[in-house]
């Protein structure tokens, strides 16, 4: 059963701008270390920013936590598996917010100007 859905769409120039803007202000604000590492190291770095920018605040809609409810920048960390897969880790606050019962899934896609981010999260369980 579907829980919770986000969708998220953003201009990449609008990243590059405040990465150029803010420098490491923004980027230690918004991305997690293992983002950072990840992002910071591809030759076009700011699709990969807006690409976690556009997940976070998918699945910040996803689960409806919103601001008041603690939900922070680097609580949502994304990573790729080797298939390039990716993935959502829930840290601080939102550690325990998705429980064994659910799962959270997304997908990103990109064009040369624009990224997207689908988050949905849904119950395991098969009863309603």
């Not at 840290?91 to 988050?119: E, P």
Request: with cysteine; hydrophobic share 40%; charged share 30%.
């Amino acid at each position: 059963m579907v829980l919770g859905i986000g969708i998220d769409i953003i201009e990449i120039d609008r990243i590059k701008k405040s990465v150029d803007r803010f420098g490491d202000l923004f980027i230690n604000k918004i991305f997690t270390e293992t983002e950072k590492e990840y992002c910071l190291n591809k030759k076009n770095k700011y699709q990969h920013l807006a690409a976690r920018f556009a997940a976070k605040e998918a699945i910040a809609k996803a689960l409806a936590t919103g601001w008041s409810k603690g939900f922070r920048w680097k609580d949502i960390e994304i990573y790729n598996e080797k298939s390039g897969l990716p993935r959502v880790k829930l840290l601080g606050n939102l550690k325990d917010f998705v429980d064994k019962d659910k799962s959270l899934q997304i997908t990103m896609s990109h064009s040369q100007n624009y990224v997207t981010c689908f988050a949905i999260l849904y119950s395991n369980s098969s009863g309603c």
